[in-house]
């Protein structure tokens, strides 16, 4: 199956970074996020990668050209343009990727996600359109209750308090191409609507290890993870 990878926003919320970089070559551990997300995914098989460029793509191209030679991966680096959205992006990707079932991420997220199991629960959900995994972050703050200005219950941060959002790692039949009306789409928005709306977006809930890097806070928390060996792709 082939891989899309959604590597092209401007990542104003990693502004300390992405001032002179784009978003997906921000390094942990002294190599870009976007090699561990495809690393993760050829340790499952999945190596032909199709990279959804825009703001700042030459500098994406640049790496993975000299890098080319130390990877058995076919990669594919495709200018999708610096104002398109999500949707844009795949879109744009349609004459790449055939008839045949794909996979797609973004490039600002790394996940243990068992991705056999993914493809396995889309596959075996006949009617499914798209399959994206589902995840519970977990909670930036702890929780209190209170009655009369007293607390009667305080908890810890927990991921058991927080619902479950769009971690990304989607299987995706290329029909789904045709939710999609022009470059300044949002995947996130209509297109995924009207699928669910007709009952055709299915969630493979996933309780572990899934981080994404909006915040400088996330960027450090990953690189903690990584170089205290915490987390290994």
Known sequence: ???????????????????TIPKPMVKLNGKPIIYYIMKHYANY??????????????????YFNKEKKNLSWKINLIDTGLNTMTGGRLKKLKKYLGKETFLMTYGDGVSKVNLDKLVKFHKK?????????AVRPPARFGSIKINKNKVKIFREKSR???????GGFFVINPKFLNYIDKSSTYLEKA???????KNELYAFKYEGFWQCMDTKRDKDNLEDLFKKKKIKF
């Open 1 to 19: 199956m082939k891989v899309v990878i959604l590597a092209g926003g401007m990542g104003t919320r990693l502004a300390e970074y992405t001032k």
């Open 45 to 62: 098989g999945y190596k032909e990668f199709f990279l959804a460029l825009g703001y700042k793509g030459g500098i994406i191209k640049k």
């Open 191 to 197: 297109p995924l609507e009207k699928v669910a709306k």
């Open 160 to 166: 058991i308090d927080e619902g479950w959002i769009n």
């Open 125 to 133: 959900n006949k009617k499914a359109l798209v399959t994206m995994t």
